[in-house]
């Protein structure tokens, strides 16, 4: 015979102080594991989000960010002629040549010596067009030949001195900020944007850092790429998808969140563990005759550590919903740290998604049946005649 699944359930009830301090206790564990995986999700789609699937982006060989790379106006000018570069509406190639540096701001609340890297992006006209994402939410757009700047909502919230009408000094002159503007959950949404030749020539730069440019269909992106390896005059260059350049730029910061924040999890998780088995050993001490009688009554010594089995994972169920209800909270909560790629401050959001709940419920699942398991095996092993003497 098998014993109900209700009779679990209503059993964790019976000792309600040490079943609400077991779930409390394994919903922070669930919380502060979920939490970490929706960080890294987050900062993934940050970058994944920045790119498009249509553009294509430039850079140096041995480069593995903007900021370090570097391509020379002859070629520049060479890609510029390429017939798998898409047109715009005007005629002209959908390619932008593109300056990326970086600056030092003191942040808001923060002593005057207390700075973070922050990026300025030279843009051209087409830039904007490659990016549809960014909108201006206040202010103005910059005017081209003029040192005007443009700042992400999130760099003006988070840093002194470039609200509207404010002069920030870098390149040996001052630009004047002029407009906000929302990129979205992307990386831009933590950079400033100015004309892409007057960031050049304040930085007295040859070339350029990158160029990303508009694909002409998805077979353009192979053919320029042989092109590429095949000239002598670009073969320093390589050529990747932009969400795929992006997505790269994330995967260092994501991996050591996620282990620095599985390595904690791990240790709490082992607490939680123990208190699970603290509650179910306390379930099967006091409920010996109840035990004695279920065996005395035909059920089988598995249908008992079933039952018992069962309860600890009800209890790690609730903990776990209750974890991710917590955590679920969290997206709306931005962050900011350093991306050890670009060494500039980037911000993000926690990202919750169906494979984080998943995956999220499982680790409590597993908790619950670690803790649960040698307590139900106890219950199991006990004598029928032995449990009925202890009434």
């Given at each position: 015979?098998?014993?109900?699944?209700?009779?679990?359930?209503?059993?964790?009830?019976?000792?309600?102080?040490?079943?609400?301090?077991?779930?409390?206790?394994?919903?922070?564990?669930?919380?502060?594991?979920?939490?970490?995986?929706?960080?890294?999700?987050?900062?993934?789609?940050?970058?994944?989000?920045?790119?498009?699937?249509?553009?294509?982006?430039?850079?140096?060989?041995?480069?593995?960010?903007?900021?370090?790379?570097?391509?020379?106006?002859?070629?520049?000018?060479?890609?510029?002629?390429?017939?798998?570069?898409?047109?715009?509406?005007?005629?002209?190639?959908?390619?932008?040549?593109?300056?990326?540096?970086?600056?030092?701001?003191?942040?808001?609340?923060?002593?005057?010596?207390?700075?973070s890297?922050?990026?300025?992006?030279?843009?051209?006209?087409?830039?904007?067009?490659?990016?549809?994402?960014?909108?201006?939410?206040?202010?103005?757009?910059?005017?081209?030949?003029?040192?005007?700047?443009?700042?992400?909502?999130?760099?003006?919230?988070?840093?002194?001195?470039?609200?509207?009408?404010?002069?920030?000094?870098?390149?040996?002159?001052?630009?004047?900020?002029?407009?906000?503007?929302?990129?979205?959950?992307?990386?831009f949404?933590?950079?400033?944007?100015?004309?892409?030749?007057?960031?050049?020539?304040?930085?007295?730069?040859?070339?350029?850092?990158?160029?990303?440019?508009?694909?002409?269909?998805?077979?353009?992106?192979?053919?320029?790429?042989s092109?590429?390896?095949?000239?002598?005059?670009?073969?320093?260059?390589?050529?990747?998808?932009?969400?795929?350049?992006?997505?790269?730029?994330?995967?260092?910061?994501a991996?050591?969140?996620?282990?620095?924040?599985?390595?904690?999890?791990?240790?709490?998780?082992?607490?939680?563990?123990i208190?699970?088995?603290?509650?179910?050993?306390?379930?099967?001490a006091?409920?010996?005759?109840?035990?004695?009688?279920?065996?005395?009554?035909?059920?089988?010594r598995?249908?008992?550590?079933?039952?018992?089995?069962?309860?600890?994972?009800?209890?790690?169920?609730?903990?776990?919903?209750?974890?991710?209800?917590?955590?679920?909270?969290?997206?709306?909560v931005?962050?900011?740290?350093?991306?050890f790629?670009?060494?500039?401050?980037?911000?993000?959001?926690?990202?919750?998604?169906?494979?984080?709940?998943?995956?999220?419920?499982?680790?409590?699942?597993?908790?619950?049946?670690?803790?649960?398991?040698?307590?139900?095996?106890?219950?199991?092993?006990?004598?029928?005649?032995?449990?009925?003497?202890?009434?």
């Open positions: 015979m098998k014993i109900p699944l209700s009779y679990s359930f209503r059993n964790l009830w019976t000792r309600k102080l040490t079943t609400i301090m077991t779930i409390v206790g394994l919903a922070l564990v669930v919380f502060v594991f979920s939490a970490i995986l929706m960080l890294a999700n987050g900062l993934e789609k940050t970058f994944v989000g920045t790119g498009s699937d249509q553009n294509a982006i430039v850079l140096r060989q041995s480069a593995e960010s903007e900021a370090l790379s570097s391509v020379s106006l002859e070629e520049a000018n060479i890609l510029s002629t390429m017939p798998e570069v898409a047109l715009g509406a005007d005629g002209k190639p959908l390619i932008t040549k593109e300056i990326v540096t970086m600056i030092n701001l003191p942040k808001r609340g923060a002593s005057e010596n207390d700075l890297n922050v990026i300025v992006r030279g843009v051209s006209a087409a830039g904007l067009v490659l990016r549809p994402q960014m909108k201006i939410v206040e202010g103005r757009m910059f005017n081209f030949g003029a040192s005007e700047i443009i700042v992400s909502k999130g760099i003006q919230q988070s840093y002194t001195g470039v609200d509207i009408g404010s002069m920030v000094k870098f390149g040996g002159r001052s630009w004047k900020v002029v407009g906000l503007f929302d990129a979205g959950k992307t990386a949404a933590s950079e400033m944007w100015a004309d892409n030749d007057q960031v050049r020539q304040a930085f007295n730069r040859q070339g350029f850092a990158v160029v990303i440019f508009r694909l002409k269909d998805k077979e353009a992106f192979a053919s320029i790429k092109k590429i390896a095949a000239d002598p005059r670009l073969n320093e260059l390589k050529v990747l998808h932009e969400q795929e350049f992006y997505a790269a730029e994330s995967e260092t910061l991996t050591f969140i996620r282990i620095l924040g599985l390595m904690v999890t791990i240790i709490f998780s082992f607490g939680a563990m208190g699970a088995m603290i509650t179910m050993y306390a379930a099967v006091n409920r010996t005759v109840e035990i004695g009688t279920l065996r005395a009554l035909g059920f089988r598995r249908s008992v550590m079933f039952a018992f089995l069962i309860e600890s994972l009800f209890l790690a169920l609730i903990g776990g919903v209750g974890g991710l209800l917590i955590a679920s909270l969290m997206q709306f931005t962050v900011s740290t350093t991306n790629t670009t060494f500039s401050e980037i911000a993000f959001s926690f990202e919750m998604s169906p494979r984080i709940i998943i995956t999220t419920l499982i680790f409590s699942l597993v908790m619950g049946f670690v803790g649960g398991f040698l307590p139900s095996f106890r219950a199991a092993k006990l004598n029928i005649i032995s449990a009925l003497r202890s009434a």
